[in-house]
């Protein structure tokens, strides 16, 4: 079993829709998590952290479930320009230490 | 530099030989990781080096696979023997320090795209 898991999709919506990622991992005592992305031939960059209590920025809304070890990201009003592949990541450690466990990502593609 | 910087950007080397690929973190980035991408996959974790510690190396795939991290600034990670399964996108990330502290966020290069023939 992979230590963070996504669903790899592909997702297509259309241009508006609400769309939902989760995530699971494996490590118990993990200590902060991520939403990275990623677009075609380039390299991650950070959408946002995931905050116990949860979090929004803007048309995305990122939560944590550690009892059930789940993290989700939630795209509202999809636009054209979030097609990408969104990347989860664990980090071992809550501060800027530790080892960055990436899943394999799950590929988003909005369309007209 | 502004960022991280990866070189070289683009290297085709035949199958046996050996290659040396380079990171130039953000200055003041305490922590330095590599990961591997291969075409349509995810990043796959070599190592990591945090400060003075030693390196988690847990992800090295082989023997073939070594990194080293001089002054706690440039990373160099070596291949030997190359095998055509070694063909893949090579990335650098960095963070930590007084370049951004707290956040956790991992700043990437542009990666070395290695061909192996």
């Known amino acids: 079993r992979k230590e963070v898991e996504q669903d790899p999709g592909p997702f297509n919506v259309p241009e508006g829709a609400t769309v939902a990622f989760n995530c699971t991992y494996s490590n118990s005592a993990s200590q902060s998590f991520f939403w990275y992305r990623q677009d075609c031939r380039k390299e991650p960059k950070l959408l946002m952290s995931?905050?116990?209590s949860g979090n929004e920025d803007g048309r995305f809304t990122a939560q944590l479930n550690r009892a059930s070890q789940y993290i989700s990201l939630l795209i509202r009003d999809s636009k054209l320009s979030d097609s990408a592949t969104y990347l989860c990541v664990v980090n071992s450690h809550n501060t800027n230490a530790g080892k960055s466990t990436f899943g394999d990502g799950t590929t988003l593609t909005v369309k007209p | 530099g502004a960022g991280v910087s990866q070189s070289p950007s683009n290297k085709v080397t035949e199958k046996g030989k050996d290659v040396e690929l380079r990171c130039d973190p953000i200055s003041g980035h305490t922590a330095l990781y590599w990961y591997r991408q291969s075409l349509g996959q995810g990043l796959e974790f070599l190592i990591y080096f945090q400060g003075n510690s030693a390196p988690d190396k847990s992800g090295l795939p082989s023997d073939r696979f070594s990194a080293e991290r001089t002054g706690g600034s440039v990373s160099t990670l070596t291949i030997q023997r190359t095998q055509q399964e070694d063909s893949a996108v090579y990335l650098c990330?960095?963070?930590?320090?007084?370049?951004?502290?707290?956040?956790?966020?991992?700043?990437f290069g542009e990666g070395s795209r290695l061909t192996v023939l």
């Open positions: 995931v905050y116990s």
């Open positions: 990330a960095g963070r930590g320090g007084s370049a951004a502290p707290n956040t956790g966020e991992l700043f």
